[in-house]
């Protein structure tokens, strides 16, 4: 029987026990970790703290986990605030965020975001945090609504930045909390996704949306539904992950750049140049759990660069090569984009080189903006790479979209993928070349060295076998898009629920089509068709999504190569 979590929805079956030795399995020496997980070399940041850490045999990833995969913004919300209200005075919170909105409610009542990090400064919690300064609300972006949060938490004893140091066109779009507790480390807890603090993202599995909305196409008819997911981690990768956010914080570049505006700005908000000193920071946390966990960013190679990745970082976008390189049987992913030719050739190669390769993409039927200037860059990337992707396999290829029981469009936020139930990520990063080459990312890998005895037993090319946390994972998610109960057995082999997605689908849009007679069918998937892009709105259209939607950062010599 699945677990249920505190809003009464199924979670995946995680035993809650610091139980590190799985069946049959010593971690330690667990070879799909080596095989599937980056290697210090392979990551190509040498200048990171992250690696540099004494790790055994040179390993880029840390054993000894518990991961908690948190789908829906009201589960992460809740888990949240739960955590956060434990605090006590001397204990830390370290966040970053793309977008805070200061009134955003954790919980239905409430309390708001706000309310409860200027609480926590209030009564001594070190509270540090780094926001993007981003651009103006006017443009659909969220600089003021940043500033609000910042100088509120800033006003309590707190410290919270907004953070330009950023490419050109760039964002820092990475979510990550980290709590720790003083002289408890068995406490500390981080979480890593790809849910923002802010207005739209606390949905449910009912998928009726939020009531505090930020724009967004009126196809979603206001208050929009949204899928979105999150990992909640304990053990020593917290340490990782502090290590994250403070190579960030030190970093010795001016915050924002100096022209009089962004000053008189900064002086409003109370917002100085540099951070202050962080204290010492905790010892790691000890092992608390099974689970093998590696840390993977996006850096820009900008100037003046970062001295943690003075030449940039893209361990995302090599780990997903690395995997896909990997992948013989399943590669599931939700994604908000599903953009760029050079993304998908990287999964379009692996369909050619393995012929019983299924891949499953789920993502929003909608761009959040739509409008004549903005909808063909936003529409020319994702059209090219579902071409790709169609001719490399028409028949192994499949993407969908959702919609709630109401028939409304739910907007795909998630940022989740799944190979042969061996190896999965939860983050912040899109499928596309911003996220893996020029924004700031931050997504976490995981394996489970638990085998699941379910059949089919293994999915891979390597003997890994099937892993409980990643399958687990993937049939919650899937059991709520087609309807099915997630332990239901037809969701098990990938052949077979592939040819289930498409009977589902189907079998929805003819419902759709022929005028909704009957019961409505089950589920929430739906055959994804994106909107064509025209020859003329190509012509104006290329240069934008090249320019400022999606660009591309990698060095000049490899441009023109599906490498990262």
Sequence with gaps: MPNVDEDGQSAPDIDPTPDIDAPGVDEEEDPATRSWFLTPDERGNPASSIDRIPRDDGRGWVAGNRVRPLVHGATYFRRLYEELCALEKGDRVYFTDWRGDRDEKLLPEGPTIGEVLVDLAHTGVDVRGLLWRSHSDSLTFNAQQNQRLGTEINEAGGEVLLDQRVRRFGAHHQKLFVIRRQGEPEQDVAFVGGIDLCYTRRDDAEHHGDPQQAPIDPRYQGRAPWHDAALELR????????????????????LDR????????????????????????????EPSGRHAVQVLRTYSAKRPHFPFAPHGERSIARAYEKAFRRAKNLIYVEDQYLWSRVVAEGIADALRRSPELRVIAVVPRYP???????GPPNRLGQVDAIRTLKEAAPDRFAVYDLENAEGVPIYVHAKVCVVDDVWMTVGSDNFNRRSWTNDSELTCAVIDPERDPREPRDLSSDGSGARKLPRNLRLQLWGEHLGLPEDDESLLDPAKAFDLWARHAQALDDWHANGKPGERPKGQARVHTPEPVSRFDRLWATPLYRIIYDPDDRPRRIRSKVEF
């Design 235 to 254: 053990g020593p990768i917290v340490g990782d992950l502090l290590r994250t956010f403070i190579e960030r914080w030190d970093d010795p570049t001016p």
């Design 258 to 285: 100096r022209t009089p505006y962004r000053m008189i700005v900064q002086r409003k908000a109370h917002m100085p140049r540099h951070p202050k000193k962080l204290p010492e920071s905790f010892p790691d946390p």
């Design 368 to 374: 959040d903006q739509d409008t004549a200037l903005t």
